[in-house]
């Protein structure tokens, strides 16, 4: 039978458990959550939370599976469970594998299942340093892609200083992002610092030698770091520059593929731009089941014709997990997921652009497709602080009111990000921004506003 919140509580004193990204002890307060229905989730009092980010910008159709995602994996759970993909091909990976050929623009077709997007990466790593025969990655610092080895050397984020910034060969480079420039920057057109940027990546390039450069990784509209949608220019200018020095262009689109942006991939954001390796997870399985997906160009394919990608895990195209992405794709294509997320984006702007208003503590927004985040005002764009730590009284305050108010959600300090499932109406959408509206309350007295 269900266990009692006493006996939940009780037993988690009893038995801890770590935490990831935040503290472990169980006087930092976690809903126990009963269930779901929609976008609304339940914890063991019957309080309702409106889940405001998707859980990490992953549950893209709420809490409901829909019904041919569950008999599809009851299905494949039935008829064979598992096989290791080096010793058997199930029908499930052909027929999603024929269905991603159709979905992904230009050659690219899907390549590997992994179960996380951090592995996506690393497989799409290892391609890049395999083709090539180049050894070094750049990536950009407002970046995060995961916490393995190279997906975490990978990362520009400070989560990448815990350890996996050791290892070799992994450059950064900032991407032009004027809001977050302070000394001259905002005096530049975004024209120039789009040059500047690119100036400054192709000089790191030369210094670094082309030659030993495999790939660039980034993700095409940086998620984690606060909804950064790169100006005009500098993807496709990019991609000039892959092309120039035989770099492969690798566009992780984990958090916000699949619909997020309003596009099915965030790269279709900008116009003429085919990366060379895609990597995927998240929305792929609407987070049902943990999946993920690399796709490469059809040169990358060949090349792997006659050698092993030398990269691999126990799980990689699990029969179960494809069945569910299998459906799961169907259903946004055949319910147009997509297309009603993008239609209700100028609702979702405008209900930003109030929120940023009406509210002191808050500096600046930014939003695409139905992904926005806010930045809390005293940010100076300059100084990370540990996730560890508890970050700021006031933010702390702020936290504990939207939790209060019925919102569940991730928290990046100074970031605020607004994520909800894609199939959100229209009235549970300005539900949530009130929801949001009346913590933002808090915070601007917190901070003495
Ligand atoms: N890449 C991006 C852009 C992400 O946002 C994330 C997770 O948030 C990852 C990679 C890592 O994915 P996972 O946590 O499934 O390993």
Not at 214 to 222: G, H, N, Q
Not at 278 to 306: H, Q, R, W, Y
Not at 369 to 384: E, I, K, N, T
Not at 386 to 400: D, G, N, P, S
């Amino acid at each position: 039978g269900t266990w009692s919140s006493e006996k939940l509580n009780q037993s988690r004193k009893e038995n801890p458990f770590m935490m990831t990204w935040v503290p472990s002890s169980s006087r930092h307060k976690v809903p126990n959550m009963t269930h779901g229905e929609g976008v609304y989730l339940y914890d063991d009092t019957g309080k309702q939370y409106l889940d405001w980010t998707s859980q990490a910008v992953c549950a893209n159709l709420g809490h409901d599976i829909p019904e041919s995602v569950v008999e599809a994996a009851a299905y494949q759970m039935r008829q064979l469970p598992f096989t290791y993909g080096g010793i058997g091909i199930t029908e499930v990976r052909t027929r999603l594998n024929q269905l991603m050929g159709e979905i992904l623009p230009g050659d690219l077709r899907a390549a590997v299942y992994p179960s996380s997007g951090a592995e996506a990466n690393e497989a799409g790593i290892m391609m890049a340093k395999r083709f090539t025969g180049r050894q070094k990655v750049i990536s950009w610092y407002r970046s995060y892609h995961g916490a393995t080895a190279h997906a975490g050397a990978a990362t520009g984020d400070l989560r990448r200083w815990y350890g996996s910034d050791s290892v070799p060969g992994f450059i950064k480079a900032f991407n032009p992002f004027p809001l977050f420039f302070r000394h001259g920057g905002s005096q530049a057109t975004e024209q120039e610092q789009v040059e500047t940027a690119l100036l400054m990546l192709e000089e790191q390039i030369l210094n670094e030698g082309p030659d030993n450069i495999a790939s660039i990784v980034m993700e095409s509209i940086v998620g984690a770091g606060g909804c950064l949608v790169m100006p005009d220019g500098y993807m496709q200018g990019i991609r000039a520059l892959c092309d120039k020095y035989g770099i492969l262009m690798h566009v992780d689109e984990v958090m916000v593929g699949f619909g997020r942006t309003g596009t099915l991939f965030g790269f279709q954001n900008y116009e003429g731009v085919m990366p060379d390796i895609v990597s995927c997870a998240k929305g792929i399985s609407s987070a049902a089941i943990p999946l993920s997906m690399t796709a490469c160009n059809s040169k990358i394919m060949e090349f792997f014709e006659d050698k092993p990608l030398g990269w691999g895990s126990t799980y990689q195209a699990h029969p179960v997990a494809m069945a569910v992405a299998y459906e799961n794709i169907k259903y946004l294509l055949q319910n147009n997921v997509v297309g009603r997320a993008q239609n209700m984006s100028p609702l979702f702007e405008a209900c930003m652009q109030k929120v940023a208003e009406d509210h002191p503590s808050i500096k600046q927004y930014r939003c695409i497709g139905l992904f926005g985040c806010f930045d809390v005002h005293d940010f100076d764009g300059q100084s990370p602080k540990l996730q560890h730590e508890v970050a700021h009284e006031a933010f702390a305050k702020y936290k504990e009111a939207y939790l209060n108010e019925g919102l569940v959600g991730l928290h990046r300090y100074p970031h605020i990000h607004c994520a909800p499932p894609l199939n959100i109406k229209e009235e549970e959408l300005i539900d949530g921004f009130q929801r949001l509206d009346r913590a933002l309350t808090v915070l601007d007295e917190a901070l003495g506003y």
